[in-house]
Structure formats: structure tokens, C-alpha cells
């Protein structure tokens, strides 16, 4: 059986991942926790920090994979302004020990980056846009995908955005932190001048094993199929949750005085993936009855 390493294995994605892989790949899932949040399926876990050199390439060589795909980030761009040596480390120096100990076997590798790598003036994006990202998040994410252009490797880089659904234990999505602050009669503010396409993390997960089984080793654009901004996306939520949307109320982005500069006008072209990959993705009323599907099984 082939030999997959994926970081992050904990988070939505990571998880997303070992559920339509473990029966095609024998899989070592590496994260920072104790322990595998996902105990209904078998496979190898280890307790690791990728930041340590030393004990990931021990991990690799061990394990000898074919591929690694690597969704380990520190994806708090507010965080990341604020603790910039963190979030270097984490997002391009931990890329970095993935490269060292990756090209001493040969393993493949898929990357996750971000639309933060641009700066939201002329989206939708495609590919061979130019990017010029705003904030730190986005310089990192942008530094990590340039560690993979100057390594010899195979590679895939895979940007995404705003991607949510249903996982077990993994901190709150968009849509999971929408659904559970409705619940509970919140008034919420939420912006209209931030666009970007939701992204059903299953098809994202399906979209890299796609790539693997392929070996189509290039930049792709994978998101959902349907560009919107955060407050018609928040009505959506509610419209399909059957919850009250007069708690939802329209601001700008400005007036809320974050400590990251956001992409506005952001947003993917996803023809690429689609036609390279013959994959399908999403929209936001597919996406979103995919997900009420999950999540109430797992609320049960």
C-alpha cells in the first residue's frame, strides 16, 4: 500500500483527509495533540512538531512516504500580526523541514496556501495572477509556497479559502461559529465588502487526492464554485438551518478595526482545478445541505 503523510491531521481538513484516504493509503497523521481526535479510524498517529528538524525528518525517513500533504498552519491572521516569529516558524520554517527531509526520499508533496497571498483589489484570481499579499499571514503563506519553487521536488501548491464543515473537536468555522451564535439570539455584525467562495472541505480533501492519484504537480485554485460576500453568505446559513436572520445585521469590514489588513475583493477562478482535475465543487447551496447533513448527524 502506498505511504501518505498528512499534517495537521486534527484539523477540519486534516480529518476531512484520513476519512476518504484511509482506505486507498496506509497514513501516518502527525499533529501536536496527545492523541488522534479521530478514533473511529485506524491509522498511525504521531504527537509531533513539524518546527523540530530533527524529529520530522526522523518521522519521514521512518515512514518512508510517497506523499505528504501538509495542512499544518497558523492560520490566525490576527495572531499572526501579532506574533510574527510564531507564525514564521510554524508556516514557513516547518515548510522548510518538510523540504530537507522530503527530497532525501523523493516524497511528493501538496502544500496549503491561502487567497491571503494576494492583496483582494482584482479578484476573482486565477493562478498566474501576481501575488502581493497585506498582511504577515499572507507573506508567510506566500515565502512557504517560494520554499517549494526552489526545492527540486515534485510538488503542488493548493490555495483556498473560507472553508468550513463538520469535523470532530476542530475549533469553530465561519459557518459553525454563524450557526451556534444564532442559536443563541446573537447579534451579529457581518461584513458585505469581503467576497471570497465558501469551501466545502470535503471537496477540498477530494480535490488533493485527486492531484495524488494524477501526480499533477502544479498551482491550483480550489474552492467552492460560487463567489459571494460574508453577509449574503451568513443569510444562506441561516435561509438552510431554518434560523432567524434579524440577528444579522450589515457592516463593512473597516469599522471593525481589525488588527490584519483582509483581501476585500478576493475570490478564485477554479476552472483550472476543474478541467485539469475533473473534479466538482461545490456550490454554496450544494455545499451547505452537504454540510447540514454532517453536522446534524454528528450533533446526534
Known amino acids: 500500500m502506498v505511504n501518505i503523510i498528512i499534517t495537521g491531521i486534527n484539523g477540519l481538513l486534516g480529518q476531512k483527509l484520513l476519512e476518504q484516504a484511509a482506505s486507498k493509503f496506509s497514513i501516518l497523521g502527525i499533529d501536536i495533540h496527545p492523541e488522534p481526535f479521530n478514533k473511529q479510524i485506524n491509522f498511525k498517529y504521531e504527537k509531533l512538531d513539524i518546527t523540530d528538524r530533527r524529529l520530522l525528518t526522523e518521522s519521514i525517513l521512518n515512514f518512508y512516504p510517497h506523499y505528504l500533504i501538509n495542512t ?22 516547518a515548510v522548510k523541514n518538510i523540504v530537507y527531509a522530503a527530497r532525501k526520499i523523493g516524497t511528493k508533496i501538496v502544500h496549503l496556501s491561502s487567497d491571503y497571498i494576494f492583496d483582494g483589489k482584482n479578484g476573482p484570481y486565477s493562478e498566474n495572477d501576481s501575488p502581493s499579499p497585506l498582511g504577515y499571514y499572507g507573506k508567510s503563506k506566500l515565502a512557504s509556497e517560494n520554499v517549494l519553487h526552489a526545492s527540486d521536488l515534485d510538488y503542488s501548491i493548493v490555495r483556498t479559502m473560507v472553508l468550513y464543515g463538520a469535523a470532530i473537536n476542530v475549533r469553530p468555522n465561519y459557518v459553525t461559529w454563524l450557526i451556534s451564535a444564532l442559536k443563541e439570539n446573537k ?20 480535490t488533493i487526492l485527486k492531484i495524488i492519484e494524477l501526480e499533477k504537480w502544479d498551482t491550483f485554485h480550489v474552492a467552492g464554485s460560487e463567489i459571494i460576500d460574508r453577509y449574503k453568505f451568513a443569510l444562506k446559513i441561516a435561509e ?21 489588513l483582509r483581501p ?31 453536522y446534524r448527524k454528528m450533533k446526534s
Request: glycine share 6%; net charge negative.
Open 72 to 93: 499544518a498552519a497558523m492560520t490566525d491572521v490576527d495572531g499572526c500580526e501579532k506574533k510574527k516569529e510564531q507564525c514564521w516558524k510554524i508556516n514557513v520554517q
Open 187 to 206: 447579534n451579529l455584525k457581518i461584513v458585505t465588502d469581503q467576497v471570497g467562495n465558501p469551501t466545502l472541505a470535503d471537496d477540498l480533501a477530494a
Open 240 to 260: 438552510v438551518f431554518g434560523l432567524e436572520d434579524n440577528f444579522i445585521s450589515p457592516i463593512i469590514t473597516s469599522d471593525l478595526n481589525q488588527t490584519a
Open 264 to 294: 476585500l475583493r478576493s475570490g478564485f477562478n477554479v476552472i483550472k482545478a476543474t478541467t485539469e482535475l475533473g473534479v466538482k465543487l461545490s456550490n454554496i447551496e450544494e455545499g451547505l445541505n452537504i454540510f447540514k447533513r454532517q
